[in-house]
């Protein structure tokens, strides 16, 4: 009983709004907050948009936008199948969206780390989003994964979300790396892996993630977004 008073009690973790003005005029149209370069000469936009910031590019959503509607209907969907979020590899962080997602609609309590190598994404994060009980990592994602595996690391859930702009980051679409992600997951444990592959990619990339997993679902609940449903073991 102590224990669910406690968690009732606790404030449920939320990202950073814009001030009572911005978010008015924002109801009205987008309204720029910032724009700064980013990794790869990217440029990276902060949008006040219906009283929330969003983080964008030229190309795409980085969060908050059409990709929060991803990362919330595949964590669901990977939920719905048994995989657990007490631990969860966050890879290309941008800002938060998965994160603020488990926290606040699966797991409150989750160990969440988030590796990031864009040093200009971290820092509109943690000004403008969700980095409340997350542990954030600079590092190149690719490396850090395969950094993981070498030191048999584990965790529940990776959710990899690895983009430059609205090109999938390299190294993504890679034995290697598809090896190094079925390293880190326990029997009952999945992976989310987003993509914008067009169809003969997308088909190929599952064929290579079925080598390593024992069930690769695709996920096509947001139009343009190829995304696969990975589990190791356990009830597909």
């Known amino acids: 009983m102590e224990s669910l008073m406690r968690a009732q009690l606790e404030p449920v973790r939320v990202r950073k709004r814009p001030g009572l003005g911005l978010r008015l005029l924002s109801w009205v149209w987008p309204v720029s907050v910032c724009s700064v370069g980013g990794e790869a000469g990217t440029r990276?936009?902060?949008v006040a948009w219906r009283g929330k910031y969003l983080l964008d590019t030229a190309k795409v959503n980085y969060s908050f936008g059409s990709l929060h509607a991803v990362m919330r209907g595949s964590i669901?969907?990977?939920?719905?199948?048994?995989?657990k979020v007490d631990r969860v590899l966050l890879l290309g962080y941008g800002g938060g969206s998965a994160a603020e997602i488990i926290h606040q609609d699966h797991n409150r309590d989750a160990e969440i780390v988030?590796?990031?190598?864009?040093a200009a994404v971290l820092d509109l994060?943690?000004?403008y989003f969700y980095t409340q009980g997350v542990r954030l990592l600079q590092e190149d994602a690719i490396d850090y994964v395969h950094k993981a595996a070498k030191n048999a690391w584990h965790y529940d859930l990776v959710i990899?979300?690895?983009f430059v702009d609205g090109d999938l980051a390299p190294g993504?679409?890679?034995e290697r790396f598809v090896q190094d992600l079925a390293q880190l997951i326990s029997v009952g444990g999945g992976v989310i892996v987003n993509t914008m592959l067009d169809a003969p990619k997308a088909k190929a990339f599952e064929a290579m993630l079925k080598t390593q997993f024992s069930t690769v679902i695709p996920w096509d609940g947001v139009k343009g977004n190829a995304v696969f449903l990975c589990k190791m073991g356990g009830n597909a």
């Not at 669901?76 to 995989?83: C, L, N």
């Not at 988030?114 to 864009?118: A, I, L, P, S």
């Open 44 to 46: 990276l936009k902060v």
């Open 76 to 83: 669901e969907a990977m939920v719905g199948r048994g995989v």
């Open 114 to 118: 988030g590796v990031e190598k864009d």
């Open 125 to 127: 994060a943690k000004r």
């Open 160 to 162: 990899c979300d690895l």
């Open 172 to 174: 993504v679409v890679s």
